[in-house]
């Protein structure tokens, strides 16, 4: 196997990484304190889009966590990013918060009802049967349908919430059309946060705690992976993936040295 390029700069998955249930994971403030004195670039990823990188460096400050706006890249960015390159100043109906909402905004597009270029569908609890059906007809009108990840459950204390996936797939039985989903396991959005922050794959290491979304995105973004037991993925489960990450730590704190 030939040996890896030294890490240079970091991408960290937030939700079973940094934070779990809005806790801090032991050892997060110190991983982040450390990266932020080295002066190495890195990113705090999360496939959520329901939040605004201000709302989540607000959030996560809260908790002690000290994030600066610029270093915070989410689903909703990077969904925004593509569609751009896609199709500047295009037209879209958004079923989705202001996460999605503001980074659509930011780049010129027009949200609206009638015709749009694309049907987007972003991270939201408020899920309407009159927003779906609409989604319904305009994707069966001829609308591109692009949805902002995959996840098909979100964590919450009560227990697990369906997520964008869930939904995008009740759409695309109505439909019979499959969306584009931008987020992780894409390494699309790996390669634009890796060129926000002026990083190359060769040189940079993802850290997450999900072997389907994190890890296989860091995998495919050619970056070197990290896998923490501090989320949703047991060291059992490892082995019933066909990859594996690089290295499996028990936590976010493994890693301060490593900076």
Do not use: C
């Not at 304190?33 to 190495?40: D, I, N």
């Not at 027009?110 to 989604?135: C, H, M, N, Q, W």
């Not at 039985?173 to 987020?183: N, Q, S, W």
């Not at 860091?218 to 290295?247: C, H, I, K, N, Q």
């Amino acid at each position: 196997m030939a040996e890896r390029k030294p890490i240079e700069s970091w991408l960290t998955d937030m939700d079973g990484v940094l934070v779990h249930e809005g806790v801090p994971i032991p050892g997060a403030d110190a991983f982040i304190k450390r990266l932020r004195e080295s002066g190495r670039p890195f990113l705090v990823l999360t496939n959520n889009s329901i939040y605004t990188p201000r709302d989540l460096h607000a959030r996560l400050r809260r908790m002690g966590l000290e994030i600066p706006v610029e270093n915070i890249w989410t689903s909703a960015l990077a969904t925004a990013r593509f569609l751009e390159e896609q199709r500047p100043n295009g037209t879209a109906y958004v079923i989705g918060e202001a996460g999605l909402t503001t980074a659509l905004h930011d780049i010129g597009y027009i949200l609206t009802d009638t015709d749009p270029d694309y049907v987007v569908l972003g991270e939201t609890r408020t899920y309407s049967f009159e927003a779906l059906t609409k989604a319904i007809r305009l994707i069966n009108g001829g609308a591109r349908f692009i949805a902002t990840n995959p996840d098909e459950t979100g964590p919450s204390t009560e227990g697990a919430l369906p997520a964008t996936g869930s939904v995008a797939a009740l759409i695309t039985k109505a439909t019979g059309r499959e969306p584009y989903f931008v987020g992780k396991p894409n390494p699309l959005m790996m390669r634009a946060g890796l060129n926000v922050i002026g990083a190359h794959s060769e040189t940079s290491a993802m850290i997450g705690d999900r072997m389907d979304t994190d890890v296989l995105a860091g995998l495919e973004a050619g970056m070197e992976t990290f896998l923490v037991l501090t989320g949703l993925t047991r060291p059992a489960d490892v082995d019933r993936f066909p990859f594996r990450p690089s290295t499996v730590v028990d936590s976010i704190a493994d890693l301060v040295e490593r900076v």
